[in-house]
T-cell receptor
Framework: SAVISQKPSRDICQRGTSLTIQCQVDSQVTMMFWYRQQPGQSLTLIATANQGSEATYESGFVIDKFPISRPNLTFSTLTVSNMSPEDSSIYLC??????????????FGPGTRLTVL | SQQGEEDPQALSIQEGENATMNCSYKTSINNLQWYRQNSGRGLVHLILIRSNEREKHSGRLRVTLDTSKKSSSLLITASRAADTASYFCATDPGANNLFFGTGTRLTVIP
């Protein structure tokens, strides 16, 4: 399966600031996804990020708040903008790696634990 | 909402016993997947079952799928303390998006 790393692993930020989370994959993948997991909750898909096109956002998430970059097939960033305490969550990226993991299976990074004060 | 629901929300068993978790969903699916999450960290993919499959095995894991009832179950046999984690089902309606269930917190007591 794909090996995925995220930076930072955790951060504590002040209200009103922005944080950019990086996701690096050890192989070229077409489809990358960003999820949010609020404390004690399940995962919610924020957006799908495919290289060469604009990210597709799920209902309730907007580009101004969560801008995403996907400059190449191994890397993506998610920015959490103008943060508030409600943004405190674990943010996870995932990929589909059909060549190594089969179709439709997603592999997840270790997550970034964000706390907003 | 396309989010699934799992029950029980929490399950505590003795090591060696079997653990069964259930997942119900609302929409038609292409496949259903089960993931494990340790201590709020990244998810580990366990098993994928497609809509035309009824049962699948992987090691100590057994997954069933009943599309007529829109439900799935995950059975972990001969549980170990290392199986302690949260388990999530995730449905794929065919658009490559995963919709996660609410999760079951499993505790295996040594």
């Amino acid at each position: 399966s794909a090996v995925i790393s995220q930076k930072p692993s955790r951060d504590i930020c002040q209200r009103g600031t922005s944080l950019t989370i990086q996701c690096q994959v050890d192989s070229q993948v077409t489809m990358m996804f960003w999820y949010r997991q609020q404390p004690g909750q399940s995962l919610t898909l924020i957006a799908t990020a495919n290289q060469g096109s604009e990210a597709t956002y799920e209902s309730g998430f907007v580009i101004d708040k969560f801008p995403i970059s996907r400059p190449n097939l191994t890397f993506s960033t998610l920015t959490v903008s103008n943060m508030s305490p409600e943004d405190s969550s674990i943010y996870l990226c995932s990929v589909e790696d059909p060549e190594r993991g089969g179709m439709d299976t997603q592999y997840f990074g270790p997550g970034t634990r964000l706390t907003v004060l | 909402s396309q989010q699934g629901e799992e029950d029980p929300q929490a399950l505590s068993i003795q090591e060696g016993e079997n653990a069964t978790m259930n997942c119900s969903y609302k929409t038609s699916i292409n496949n259903l997947q089960w993931y494990r999450q340790n201590s709020g960290r990244g998810l580990v993919h366990l098993i994928l079952i497609r809509s035309n499959e009824r049962e699948k095995h992987s090691g100590r894991l057994r997954v069933t799928l009943d599309t007529s009832k829109k439900s799935s179950s995950l059975l972990i046999t001969a549980s170990r303390a290392a199986d302690t984690a949260s388990y999530f089902c995730a449905t794929d309606p065919g658009a490559n998006n995963l919709f996660f269930g609410t999760g079951t917190r499993l505790t295996v007591i040594p």
